[in-house]
């Protein structure tokens, strides 16, 4: 399985970004795709996920409000659209499996990405 992670970069505050994960070596009907993010000298946080249980998809945004997640089923890659960003969305971040599905976003991933940067200068 591996989950790569690319469209990071460079933005000022109030732009936008796109970040893909795509996912190959993975076929389940039931699984979790998060992204995370982590800035220097911070923990790890969780950004937003998608969840398939029974079937569903089990959209959850942590953030509230600025990112939204979403799947192109057709090229197994899941995206984050990042709107008005701000100097303190400054991190890496990487998407992460779960083999196991739920609803919400859950502790305990399988599989991760080595993550993009994202830097938002003011």
């Known amino acids: 399985v591996q989950l790569v992670e690319s469209g990071g970069g460079l933005v000022q505050a109030g732009g936008s970004l796109r970040l893909s994960c795509a996912v190959s070596?993975?076929?389940?009907?039931?699984?979790?795709i998060a992204w995370f993010r982590q800035a220097p000298g911070k923990e790890r946080e969780g950004v937003s996920c998608?969840?398939?249980?029974?079937?569903?998809?089990y959209y959850t945004d942590l953030l509230k409000g600025r990112f939204t997640i979403s799947t192109d089923n057709a090229k197994n890659t899941v995206y984050l659209q990042m709107n008005n960003l701000k100097p303190e969305d400054t991190a890496t971040y990487s998407c992460?499996?779960?083999?196991?599905?739920?609803?919400?976003?859950?502790?305990?991933?399988?599989?991760w990405g080595r993550g993009t940067q994202v830097t938002v200068s003011s």
């Open positions: 992460a499996l779960r083999r196991q599905g739920a609803i919400g976003c859950p502790p305990g991933y399988d599989y």
């Open positions: 998608i969840g398939i249980w029974g079937g569903k998809p």
């Open positions: 070596g993975f076929t389940s009907d039931e699984y979790v």
